[in-house]
């Protein structure tokens, strides 16, 4: 559109497609964060699997370690001593593991669109911009 054709065109159209072009905008910029979104959720969901099957053939490894353990110990001690004694000890482990876990999760951020929010915000700027003018 020519110069001569915006000034020759009435406020009200010109706010008509300002409203417009703003309703495209946000619903643009929502699209983005939802895809955004969506994006982030389905690595998050590969990962949490790959972080589970690793953590499940850890434990069978542990296991077997902490059968070696007690099997050792055995050798000094009677067995079911041997056996309390570790698992006393793995249980001390997993409290603090546990402790300092809730506390990680306590502060974690919920996941933002922030490209989404970034677009968005040098959109509004350019509106502002434009006002001015």
Known sequence: ??????????????V????ENVSRL?????????LEI????KRAGVGAGLLGGAGFVALLGAAAIV????????????????ALIIG????VVAAVL????KVQVTHAVPPTPEEAIRGMRTDVELMKEKARR
């Open 38 to 41: 969506a994006e982030k959720g």
């Open 1 to 14: 559109m020519t110069t001569n054709q915006t000034e020759e065109m009435s406020t009200g159209m010109l």
């Open 98 to 101: 546990g402790m300092l876990g």
């Open 67 to 82: 059968a070696g353990l007690i099997m050792l110990l055995a050798l000094v001690l009677p067995a079911w001593a041997s």
């Open 26 to 34: 946000i619903r643009d910029e929502l699209r983005l964060a939802r």
């Open 88 to 91: 006393g000890a793995l249980l």
């Open 16 to 19: 008509r497609r300002l409203s």
